[in-house]
């Protein structure tokens, strides 16, 4: 229940943090260009990660336990580090931090320079389309191993859409980049929770048999916070902690 | 072909190969210590946040050498 209900939280988070930056782009294109071809363009990548997943989820999960706990946990443990070493870097003014503000403003610019030819507006179509498949692709690999491994695809993609949805409507009532979304906290958050699923899974998937079994993976989540939190402290000490 | 490959390699493996190679030997090393018949549980938790403390160690010193050369 508890595994479920992080699984859902992990590709909710995920999502949110992706999304929020697709629609950055999706926003730009459609305030400059028109709405029909970047509404199309990201509906029909929705539509090729939904595929992903439906198709892919169910096939892992088919997979050996251990195995697949060994495989998907490494890749997790990676991901995850990647994910927190970037916002504990964002976090500490070694890295700039995004700025959907900036982002809106550079595609804006982008999509009034690009021509436009008659008929169909490619440009945005494809740039609506590519754009969000990028950063779904993330949120893709996010549901399918946190699912299989946990064998609640169903619910990872739940949480995923959930997001999506919120992300979505508030995009669409507010009609501007949604830059008050505190986008590195939310990546801190996914980092920590792919970190500790990862370290958790491939642990099992090597054989090693974890202090109170499920009750470890709680355990791993408040250790990974404190010493992400503690390495944040420390980097912002420092005397290069300026932004990059 | 070698484009997608090198696109996967690149979106897992992200910004540092240094986390992805430590992972793979903290791994092993639990996995060896496994197969002996050792504790291998504390290996993880204490060998994962020293891995990226040495990446994030190496980030800094970048945007140290960045700092001093501009």
């Known amino acids: 229940m508890t595994g479920n209900l992080l699984v859902f939280l992990g590709a909710a988070l995920a999502s949110a943090v992706e999304m929020v930056e697709a629609l ?10 028109g709405w029909r071809a970047p509404l199309q363009g990201a509906a029909a990548a929705l539509a090729v990660l939904t595929v992903l997943v439906a198709v892919l989820g169910p096939a892992l999960e088919a997979v050996p336990i ?17 994910w927190l070493r970037k916002a504990i870097l964002r ?24 021509g436009r030819a008659a008929g169909a507006d490619r440009y ?8 969000t498949l990028l950063e779904g692709l993330e949120v893709a690999f996010i549901v399918i191993t946190l699912g299989a491994n946990q064998g609640a695809t169903g619910i990872a993609a739940a949480g995923a859409f959930v997001a999506l949805a919120v992300v979505v409507v508030v995009g669409a009532l507010v009609r501007h980049p949604l830059s008050r979304v505190p986008e590195n906290t939310l990546k801190f958050a996914v980092g920590v929770m792919l970190t500790s699923f990862g370290m958790f899974w491939a642990g099992e998937g090597v054989g090693i048999d974890w202090p109170g079994a499920e009750a470890a993976l709680a355990a791993l989540i408040v250790l990974t916070v404190i010493w992400s939190l503690l390495f944040t402290k420390l980097l912002e000490r420092r005397p290069t902690a300026v932004a990059a | 072909m070698r484009q997608l490959a090198h696109g996967i390699v690149d979106f ?9 190679v430590a992972v793979v030997a903290l791994l092993a090393g639990a996995a060896a210590l496994v197969h002996l018949g050792g504790d291998a549980w504390w290996l993880l938790p204490v060998g994962v946040p020293a891995a990226l403390w040495i990446s994030l160690q190496r980030a800094r010193r970048t945007v140290q050498r960045a700092r001093s050369s501009a």
Not at chain 1, 66 to 82: A, E, I, K, N, T
Not at chain 2, 12 to 20: C, E, H, K, R
């Open chain 1, 91 to 114: 976090a500490s003014g070694l890295k700039a931090v995004h700025d959907e503000e900036e982002a809106f403003t550079k595609e804006v610019a982008a999509a009034r320079a690009a």
């Open chain 1, 66 to 82: 251990d195995l697949l706990r060994l495989v998907v946990g490494s890749l997790l443990l990676v991901f995850g580090l990647q």
């Open chain 2, 12 to 20: 897992v493996v992200g910004d540092d190969l240094w986390i992805a």
């Open chain 1, 24 to 33: 950055t782009i999706v926003l730009a294109l459609g305030v400059t260009r």
């Open chain 1, 124 to 131: 945005a179509l494809v740039i609506s389309f590519k754009s």
